[in-house]
């Protein structure tokens, strides 16, 4: 798979927001769609394709946006209203990255801890 980089995550109090951002490899021609999962809820929650079509499950619309940069092969994450039910741990994906030799289907990421305390 591809190299995939969250950072961002960190203790935020309910209510309040935070950032995440995701970065994939160097050498990368194309994506077709990068997105946000969550393991405690196990939800692949908010996605975005290379052209700008976003998807967000029910439990984050209109609280968290997705945006990417295609330049930089970035995603971000903005969470707003966070809630406690918010805590996990947060996964980047990437989807149908093409470099020079290979089509990677999925890639993931580390993971990056977000808990929702007061």
């Known amino acids: 798979q591809v190299h995939v980089v969250e950072s961002g995550g960190g203790l935020v109090q309910p209510g309040g927001s935070l950032r995440l951002s995701c970065a994939a490899s160097a050498g990368i021609f194309s994506i077709n769609a990068m997105g946000w999962y969550r393991q405690n809820q196990r939800d692949l929650f908010a996605t975005i394709t290379s052209?700008?079509?976003?998807n967000y499950a029910d439990s984050v619309k209109g609280r968290f946006t997705i945006s990417l940069d295609n330049a930089k092969n970035t995603v971000y994450l903005q969470m707003n209203s966070r809630k406690p039910e918010d805590t996990a741990v947060y996964y980047c994906v990437v989807d149908g990255a093409r470099t020079k030799d290979t089509w990677y289907s999925r890639s993931w990421g580390q993971g990056t801890r977000v808990t929702v305390s007061s």
């Open positions: 052209d700008g079509s976003t």
